[in-house]
């Protein structure tokens, strides 16, 4: 059972973060100075690329801006941003980069850093792994002597890098080398494979006479200086070969009779000694790296149930899930894996109402309501973000492209105006923008998520109870949301909000900026005075009194009454096709043409909640179209089927689609999207072949017949709403390490809930002897003012929640603890030796 338990632990990882800028960029290797050409970034996870930045105009001083979020999902040693120039005539040339190890990205999490760029050197471009069994054993020499060798067996290699795009014809070279001496020998070339089996050994001779003294082992000063030295390389043919990666292993630490077999991790030519580069410039980015162990399911039932019992919690202070956005208040992405746990179990709404009633009790004045940053605010921002994706692409997607595309000169303030801009003109352009927004959002009701209107709707029940004297008050409650928070927001930086795949350019950006500002004005509820007032720029002030004001209010509140009314929506699924994923992939084509390069050929694959289909370009017509419905499995191809990576079936009513996504990243965001909204079909596959059908059999299981059942498992689906794409489990670790966190938080508001028991209970004991009994229980008390950040209405039902979350976070640290021989690289026997990460 315990077996069991371990094989359902699953190592989840993400990245998060940010490209800045870079600052004054060095020269290319090249006969370009830097300032003559264009630049741009990608991040690679070892050698792979995943990301890339568009291409940014001439400058020392580029500002990318460029968001990015993926889930890692393979093992990596290093995580790489390269700075490249454009070049038209040839390759583009590398300005430098930034490596940082997995395990010193914890250093940088969450905060802007500067990094100096270093040199591009392709000796220190390594990754993956290689399996090697050595032995040292005694000899019979020829002239009769007792002597030692050494065998080396160099069994296979893992996770090699592509060149060019291209699984590489590696070979290793194998020798032994010290003073005076370096034999070398070599395997045979594997062909188009990232991971090469050789099972080759090769003996090398340690000439030194046999005595009784040693017990079989190289003398010691000989030990300390023989090393067994394993190169990797790609044939290359008729160029020269590229190095792949090295590993060193001393002598010293065999033992004699005794095989020692392990994976060591490939390293750069001489251990990645680095040379003093040149000045290369400088990159400013923030990251932020989580890796999340996640135990089976059952481990996680008693923190959610939890959680999940904390809309029911009278008063709400008292509740986990409040108790968890307090001691957490300073750290935003707390509130996230609350959010998405609550909304999964159809809990959120009730929870938000309670936490934001409670925040109205302490809101003294109508025009004040939800402006700060409580946790009800960031709830309902979380929210809108994972419910209103599709809504905001159905809204706001057409009119951001046509301004983004268009490109339309929208500058009203005088003193940024270039030459031979007119005013007058760029004011009319952007009033277009700024109507078409506009109405795109207020005819835009009968889209809203149910969700949402159920939170807008108790919103504006609580506001008008609280203020049963003010009529505004309804309205603002919701548009404070609804405008300030999510459509402005999501205009502002569309990129964010996946509307547009990359940072608009400065000029866009500005356009955007001044339509977003108008925007909320025009979606704020108040006078005309007040909304003129809260512009600081006199241009802004002008603008905004050319739009018909009573007809734009009447508009709003027309928008704002459908998206709260009274009238529950119910979910019908979505009524529009909305686009899931698309991107450039390498589409196998559908004939029965032996498998080579001419057989795959550049295609745009698009899924919407509809169907599948490839088109021969972005835009272009479809060349063929699978309903979603018609999609029985989805899995991942072996990469010996085509000697390809990143390879995956979409199996249907016909014969299997087979793609290849440009990285792992995006394979693995294909599988898990393609999955995810074909799992409730019809006729779900149980088996699938991993490899393809050709020469008359599988490849995979030798069956003669096309249509045999497939030899494999199909992978199984975790239900989760496509909408949401929630994993309950991983978002009960994440709290689990959030709490773990701030375990230090969590022992003074335990304090703090002591204390108040002891006031409550009337003792004959002094308030400083009531604190300081404590001491036996929580230690070194704190200040009493800490004791004021937190929300204590009943101390005595938040002291029984906190011992409930103390009870289940030791025993999920048990947990962890338990099974923390699972984590370990390699095994008992084969063991990974090397820089791990």
Known sequence: MAEDDDAKIRILQSLRGKICEAKNLGSVSG?????????????????????????????????????????IPRPFQCLSFYVYAKSVFQRDLPVGKVSIRKDD?????????????????????????????????????ENGSTGQHISVRIIECKELPLISGQNCDPYATVSLVGPARSDQKKTKVKKKTSNPHFEETFFFEVTRSYSRRTQFNVEEEDIEKLEIKVDLWNNENLAQDVFLGETRVPVKILQSDHIHKAWYLLQPKGNGNKSKSDDLGSLRLKLTYIEDTVLPSACY?????????????????????HILGDICRERYEVVLPMVRLLLHNNRFVPFVSAVAALELDNTQEANTIFRGNSLATRCIDDMMKIVG????????????????????????????????????????????????????????????????????????????????????????????????????????????????????????????????????????????????????????????????????IEKVKKFLDEISSNVSKESSGLEDA?????????????????????????????????????????????????????????????????????????????????????????????????????????????TFHPSNYTSGAWQCCQSLSSNAPGCKPCTTTMLANLQLDIDCDREAERI??????????????????????????????????????????????????????????????????????????????RQHNSRNDVRQYGSLDNPIVGKTS
Request: aromatic share 10%.
């Open 31 to 71: 006969p370009n100075r830097q300032r003559d050409l264009c630049t741009f970034c990608t991040i690679s996870l070892d050698q792979e690329e995943v990301f890339r930045t568009k291409v940014f105009d001439k400058s020392v001083c580029p500002f990318y801006g460029e968001d990015f979020y993926f889930e």
């Open 105 to 141: 990205l914890c250093k940088y999490s969450g905060k802007e850093h500067w990094f100096s760029l270093q040199t591009v050197d392709p000796n220190s471009e390594v990754q993956g792994k290689v399996h090697l069994e050595m032995r040292l054993s005694e000899v019979i020499t």
């Open 301 to 321: 039932t008693p923190l959610c149930t939890l959680l999940l019992k904390s809309p029911d919690v009278k008063p709400i202070s008292a509740s986990a899930a």
């Open 389 to 552: 994706k599709n809504y905001l692409s159905v809204t706001l997607k057409p009119v951001i492209d046509e301004i983004c595309e268009s490109n339309k000169t929208c500058e009203i303030d005088p003193i940024k105006l270039k030459e031979g801009d007119n005013v007058e003109v760029n004011k009319e352009n952007l009033q277009g923008y700024v109507q078409k927004v506009f109405s795109s959002i207020t005819q835009s009701s009968s889209n809203c998520p149910p969700l949402m209107c159920d939170v807008f709707r108790s919103l504006r029940h609580l506001a008008c109870k609280r203020f049963p004297g003010d009529p505004h008050v309804q309205y603002s409650a919701v548009s404070s949301f609804v405008f300030l928070r999510f459509f402005a927001v999501a205009v502002l930086s569309p990129h964010s909000f996946q509307l547009r795949s990359h940072h608009p350019d400065p000029e866009i950006s500005r356009t955007l900026t001044l339509i977003s500002k108008t925007i909320q004005t025009l979606g704020s509820w108040g006078s005309l005075s007040k909304k003129l007032s809260s512009f600081k720029e006199t241009y802004m002030y002008d603008f905004f009194k050319s739009f018909q004001e009573e007809k734009c």
């Open 578 to 686: 909305v686009v899931l994923k698309e991107g450039e992939v390498q589409k196998r084509a559908q004939g029965r043409k032996p498998p080579g390069m001419k057989t795959f050929k550049k295609r745009w694959l698009r899924l919407t909640n509809r169907e599948l289909s490839y088109h021969k370009h972005k835009g272009k017509d479809a060349d063929r179209t699978i309903n979603v419905k018609n999609i029985r499995a989805v899995e991942k191809v072996d990469e010996s089927a085509f000697n390809r990576k990143n390879m995956f079936q979409v199996v249907h009513s016909e014969k299997p689609l087979y793609v290849q996504a440009g990285n792992c990243v995006e394979a693995s965001e294909w599988l898990e999207v393609l999955s995810q909204v074909s799992r409730c079909n019809e006729g779900r596959l149980a």
């Open 736 to 813: 689990f390490s959030l709490l773990s966190a701030n375990d230090t938080k969590l022992q003074s508001m335990e304090a703090a809930v002591l204390c108040g028991i002891s006031h409550q209970s009337n003792q004959r004991m002094k308030m400083s002897d009531a604190c300081a009994s404590l001491a036996v229980y929580q230690g070194p008390q704190r200040e009493p003012e800490e004791y004021s950040k937190f929300t204590i209405q009943e101390p005595k039902e938040t002291f029984h929640t906190l011992k409930q979350l103390r009870n289940i976070m030791e025993e999920l640290q």
